[in-house]
């Protein structure tokens, strides 16, 4: 049977609470910081004052989260591709282009292709931006799961120190 000193044992109690104490504060303040970045986010998002379409999956709502966010990137990524297959362009093939990176890439267009070039920078760029905010919720999220994470690690620190400690000599 294996036996500890009295005084290694209450060294070990010490340091095992300690590291408990410091995952379990590591994890509750994670979990704020998590619940501080979705706020931010959000906020940023209210501010802009961006409804979804019509014709989105969420229709007519502001856009404040994750759901919104992909809904109103959706529907703008359908908008273009419909309206590019719609201009009469095609690619080399003969075929409508449906994405912003067939149109040709000269700085002669004419007059309908740059107004088309124009509105697809706009398109991606608020593709992009919905994109990110949604990726900044999901990264949110996995943050908050990891300060869960870090506070029942911490808790079993406890339990483990406490409860599963040999007995001295």
Do not use: N, W
């Amino acid at each position: 049977m294996l036996t500890i000193p009295a005084g290694l044992r209450t060294v070990a109690v010490i340091v095992g609470f300690l590291a408990g104490l410091f995952l379990v504060g590591a994890g509750v303040y994670t979990i704020y910081q998590g619940f501080a970045v979705e706020d931010d986010v959000g906020d940023a998002l209210t501010d802009e004052k961006i409804f979804t379409a019509e014709d989105a999956a969420i229709p007519e709502e502001p856009v404040t989260d994750a759901d919104t966010a992909r809904a109103q990137a959706d529907v703008i990524r359908e908008h273009l591709r419909t309206m590019l297959s719609e201009s009469g362009i095609t690619d080399d093939s003969g075929q409508p282009i449906t994405a912003c990176a067939q149109l040709p890439r000269t700085d002669d267009l004419p007059e309908d292709q740059r107004y088309l070039d124009g509105t697809c920078t706009k398109a991606i760029s608020r593709i992009t931006a919905l994109g990110l905010a949604e990726a900044a919720f999901g990264v949110s999220d996995l943050v908050k799961g990891f300060g869960a994470l870090l506070i029942v690690v911490g808790l079993g620190t406890f339990a483990g120190f406490f409860v599963f400690q040999p007995r001295s000599t």
